[in-house]
C-alpha cells in the first residue's frame, strides 16, 4: 500500500485551522492507520490511531477521520508547538508503510 | 516507562553489515507487543524497515526484506537489526521501536514508544 499525504508544506498561522490528507492506494482494512507528529532533531510521537483514536497526551484540538482509502488529520486551531512534521502509516498486516509528510509551517 | 536505546557502530564501509541493537526497559520483550526498526535518511521521510515478535516471527518492507535479519533475545530484553551489503543510501538515523497493542475489542499496533535514535552513517 502506498500512502500520498497532501499538501507537502501547509503554511499557516496561529490559530488557524490545518487540514492534513492521506490518500491509500488500497483500501486500509480496519482503520490500521496511525498519524505521528515530528518536531527536528526528535523521534515521532504516536498522535492517532485506528484512525481516529487520539492518544493521551495531544489535546482534542487534534482529530482524525477516515475509512477506506482517505483519511484526514485536522488541527481545530494552531498553536506554536504544533509547527511540525506528520505523518501517517498503515500499520496491516503486511503493510507498514508511511506516508511522505505533511510539513505544518508559520 | 517504556524506554528503548539503539546502540552500534555509527560507521560502516560499503558492501559492509550494518548490526544494530535495541535495549528495552520498562517492558519485557516478551510481552504482546512487536518490536519495530524504522529508519530516516537525513532530511527526508520515515521508511519502516520491519518488525518482529518475541518468538521470532518477523515481517519486512518487501524492497529490504533479501537484505534484513531481525531478532529477538528474550534473556537480554533486547532486539537486533542486521542489513547486509549496504551502500551510501542506507545512511540514516535508524530508530527502535515498540508496536503496542492498543485493544478494544479489536487490536491495533501503531508504534507508541521510540527510541531516540541513531545515526549510522555508510562510508569509507
Known amino acids: 500500500i502506498v500512502l500520498t499525504q497532501s499538501p507537502d508544506t501547509l503554511s499557516l498561522s496561529p490559530g488557524e485551522r490545518a487540514t492534513l490528507s492521506c490518500r491509500a492506494s488500497?483500501?486500509?482494512?480496519?482503520?490500521?492507520l496511525a498519524w505521528y507528529q515530528q518536531k527536528p532533531g526528535q523521534a515521532p510521537r504516536l498522535l492517532i490511531y485506528?484512525?481516529?483514536r487520539r492518544t493521551t497526551g495531544f489535546p482534542d484540538r487534534f482529530s482524525g477521520s477516515g475509512s477506506g482509502t482517505d483519511f484526514t488529520l485536522t488541527i481545530s486551531r494552531l498553536e506554536s508547538e504544533d509547527f511540525a512534521v506528520y505523518y501517517c502509516?498503515?500499520?496491516?498486516?503486511?503493510?507498514?508503510?508511511f506516508g511522505q509528510g505533511t510539513k505544518v509551517e508559520i | 516507562q517504556v524506554q528503548l536505546q539503539e546502540s552500534g557502530p555509527r560507521l560502516v564501509k560499503p558492501s559492509g553489515t550494518l548490526s544494530l541493537t535495541c535495549a528495552v526497559s520498562?517492558?519485557?520483550?516478551?510481552?504482546?507487543?512487536?518490536w519495530t526498526w524504522v529508519r530516516q535518511p537525513p532530511g527526508k521521510g520515515l521508511e519502516w524497515i520491519g518488525e518482529?515478535?518475541?518468538?521470532?516471527?518477523?515481517i519486512f518492507k518487501p524492497s529490504l526484506s533479501s537484505r534484513v535479519t531481525l531478532s529477538v533475545d528474550t534473556s537480554k530484553n533486547h532486539f537486533s537489526l542486521r542489513l547486509i551489503s549496504v551502500t551510501a543510501a542506507d545512511t540514516a538515523v535508524y530508530y527502535c521501536a515498540r508496536a503496542g497493542a492498543f485493544c478494544d475489542g479489536d487490536c491495533h499496533f501503531p508504534i507508541d514508544f521510540w527510541g531516540r535514535g541513531t545515526l549510522v552513517t555508510v562510508s569509507s
Open positions: 488500497q483500501t486500509i482494512t480496519n482503520n490500521y
Open positions: 518482529v515478535s518475541h518468538s521470532g516471527g518477523a
Open positions: 502509516q498503515n500499520y496491516g498486516m503486511s503493510s507498514h508503510t
Open positions: 520498562g517492558a519485557s520483550i516478551t510481552s504482546g507487543h512487536l
Open positions: 485506528g484512525a481516529s
